[in-house]
């Protein structure tokens, strides 16, 4: 008897049987890492809309073709175009010095001559809400929060505010534009752009972020003026510009089910990236993390008894834009789906399933969670909105899961020029690879049903 | 009895207490980190000739007098400015995107519109200087040469020759420009400049050098070609300008001897800076360095016997020229020059002292030389050159010495936006300050003689 139906024979369930098949298999496969390799090397950047964009949908498509996936469609998906341009900050006294910036998606461009006023710097967005309007009013504002490392980066959503409504709140205090010390953990000079937002009861100014070294660095100034009423002086120039309206798609690849056609499992990744990077961690490797897993599922085991449905989506860095289409435009089969997932936070290693199941049935796959276990994986909460992308899905009663990974350096690259493969370890996405195509297999062999979500 | 005469009766020779005395106060002081603050937040990039090298003038003078050295002077320096303006690089096919490229220092520019040419790629210089001409005439050179991490930095030499020689080898074999694989360490998407060579014999090309990011990624392309017959065509744009001749000038500062005002020990690093980082550890730390451990032994030891000069050269970068000027300005004396010395490989902790000192008398600061154990600095060979801009001083008979530094991270950062105060631990840029700080105590209070230099 073979090596495969041994490790079957150990297994409490087929389901498990099958899941234990494609992580011996997977654990000799490079294929994720060589899928954003591919990406990265013959795409590279692609902000929605872009030229770039439209490259990596054709990838996209022919790529889930060469795999042989059954079916490889696309939906089309109505996407703004951000036109990112020239961009150039300077403290033009009392140190005259060159900053590195760069524009946050979505702003609006300064007048072409630029944009001359003194900095006045703020540790929080809090304190700039806070402040006396006449200390504000046509200046720029710099606010300079510092952002901790951490293992699941939950120190992103204390500081991204800053980014996404730092210019309508400095707007609000009457300031001519601002700029935020990047939303990152690293000690370097890039900038960390990512998307922002206007009020269209505000007045828009333009919004970039410099980096966390230029950062310091300015912040050094102030504490190396002669006196506080001398002034620092900044010059800023961005010449970002909307360019329009165009169509992304979400690209879409299935192996259809042989018994059960209709009962979806849906694993995700985004396809678009920023514009500076060329979306190595961000989110290349969620791309070749799911598709790997489904073909390398399909190849171990066969045809899988439900479908395994790949979704690359459109646009999600500039607000979920594909994601939200795929629902109006599923609406009616978004009930088919048993659980549905999306990895997009780099390629650190998977140390936990969270989950979002119905209750009374969450701990049936026990015999799943435990062979998960010899990954490196424990089980964690119930409680998962899932990743970005699915987590509007929990709201129609669809299922999510989050594998949740090791983001320590995540943030030191995100959204940077410095996006790129070679922060990839290959041992470090193989287990992800191997880790999604377990749960894949052993999810679309059995006839474990998660569902519905319950309601958050 | 108070501390100091305790340490000081604990040596082996009044120099040696002297030694010992400042080793405690430095080991207090935060002074060099101050001064490579300073440098970097008010004053910046400064490469010569540039306004800020002239702004790094006059912030050395002002430094050093506030700091209280007896004598501040500086002696002009002809330099050639180098001005880099703007730089890009793009794969036009088949797989379109960005590089970051930097233009060599001293690098022509492209014409206006740019070159647009395939590119052929070599690992090294040998092999394009083997290549048959054919395959390169009318091209663009790519020369993709790894740089191995190292603590003391001995691959710098190996692959800086293809950034100093890259041009005319390539200008030989009928190239139209050349861009190197950056000559660094890091794995990210700074590109690193550094001074390159024409030969007037020689057709001139420009010259830039992409970051390794990229240089991974553009060799990738090679790989993923569909055929070898598909060419990898690149354009590059670089409007790098000659901005004719500066006045720099070498900062010299001095605490007189009180016994032998004409023996003089010589400590330095070099003041200016490439142009797109900070020039933190390249070479602030250096300046930071010397010129405190020479105020450190001023306060801790009062008039020192013999002078100690400081001296912050103009123009390493570019040549050593501010160094070839101090010898041709000061022939006749050098002879009173006691020992030299430069610090001028950032701010890793010292791990050995080499010297360059007369056979008969080296090993006579015994008590200094295990002294400088208990900082972790081990005597080395008696055959180094010193620091670059004091490299040519031997020839003249002047003794040297170098404190090797660890060098691991350093050529991370050498000649990148990257060169940033954030760079500078400041544990380790105190325990560069202690050890110059007790050898230039030592040296400058004792009858210690190391003159003449062996011939090399
Ligand atoms: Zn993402
Ligand atoms: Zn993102
Ligand atoms: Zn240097
Ligand atoms: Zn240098």
């Known amino acids: 008897e073979d090596k495969a139906s041994e490790i079957a024979s150990t297994a409490n369930t087929p389901a498990l049987a099958y899941a234990l098949k494609v992580k011996e298999s997977s654990q000799k496969s490079a294929l994720s890492y060589d899928i954003v390799k591919s990406l990265t090397v013959e795409v590279g950047p692609r902000i929605p809309g872009s030229q770039g964009d439209k490259r990596a949908v054709a990838w996209a498509e022919a790529k889930l073709n060469d795999l042989g996936f059954d079916k490889v469609y696309k939906e089309p998906v109505r996407v703004r175009n951000w036109e990112r341009g020239f961009a150039d900050a300077k403290v033009v006294s009392p140190f005259p010095q060159e900053l590195i910036i760069s524009a946050l998606g979505g702003s609006i461009a300064t007048p072409?001559?630029?944009?001359?006023?003194?900095?006045?710097?703020?540790?929080?967005?809090?304190?700039?809400?806070?402040?006396?309007?006449?200390?504000?009013?046509?200046?720029?504002v710099f606010l300079n929060t510092k952002m901790q490392r951490d293992k699941a980066g939950r120190f992103y959503g204390k500081v991204v505010p800053n980014r996404v409504s730092g210019a309508v709140e400095a707007a609000k205090q009457g300031a001519?534009?601002?700029?935020?010390?990047?939303?990152?953990?690293?000690?370097?000079?890039?900038?960390?752009?990512?998307?922002?937002?206007?009020?269209?009861?505000?007045?828009?100014?333009?919004a970039g972020a410099i980096s966390t070294a230029d950062a310091d660095n300015l912040a050094a100034m102030f504490a190396s003026q002669q006196s506080s009423a001398?002034?620092?002086?900044?010059?800023?120039?961005?010449?970002?510009?909307?360019?329009?309206?165009?169509?992304?798609?979400?690209?879409?690849?299935?192996?259809?089910?042989?018994?059960?056609?209709d009962e979806v499992i849906l694993i995700s990744a985004h396809l678009d990236s920023w514009d500076e990077g060329t979306g190595a961690l961000d989110d290349g490797a969620g791309v070749g993390i799911v598709t790997a897993a489904a073909k390398l599922v399909k190849d171990a085991v066969g045809q899988p008894k439900r479908t395994i449905r790949v979704i690359l989506y459109a646009a999600e860095e500039i607000g979920l834009v594909g994601a939200y289409q795929y629902v109006r435009s599923n609406r009616d089969t978004l009930k088919n789906i048993i659980f549905a997932a999306e990895s997009d936070f780099g390629a650190g290693q998977i140390y936990q399933l969270d989950t979002r199941f119905a209750e009374d049935v969450r701990n049936n796959p026990a015999d799943l969670y435990a062979a998960l276990q010899s990954m490196g994986v424990e089980l964690g909460n119930n409680t998962t909105s899932g990743g970005p992308d699915v987590s509007m899905l929990p709201n129609y009663g669809v299922p999510v899961i989050a594998l949740k990974q090791d983001g320590t350096y995540y943030f030191d690259y995100h959204h940077t020029p410095n996006d790129t493969l070679d922060k990839i370890k290959p041992e470090d996405i193989q287990q992800n690879q191997t880790v999604?195509?377990?749960?894949?297999?052993?999810?679309?062999?059995?006839?474990?049903?998660?569902?519905?979500?319950?309601?958050?």
Do not use: C
Request: aromatic share 8%; charged share 25%.
């Open 230 to 261: 001398e002034d620092i002086i900044l010059n800023i120039n961005m010449q970002a510009k909307d360019a329009g309206w165009q169509t992304s798609y979400n690209v879409i690849g299935e192996f259809t089910g042989s018994e059960k056609p």
């Open 176 to 206: 001519q534009a601002v700029i935020i010390r990047s939303v990152g953990t690293d000690n370097s000079r890039f900038a960390h752009t990512g998307v922002m937002r206007y009020d269209d009861t505000v007045e828009k100014i333009p």
């Open 436 to 456: 999604w195509a377990m749960i894949t297999a052993y999810m679309a062999m059995s006839d474990f049903d998660p569902r519905p979500a319950p309601k958050g």
């Open 112 to 140: 072409e001559s630029g944009i001359e006023a003194k900095v006045v710097m703020f540790d929080s967005l809090e304190s700039l809400i806070a402040a006396d309007k006449a200390t504000v009013q046509g200046n720029i």
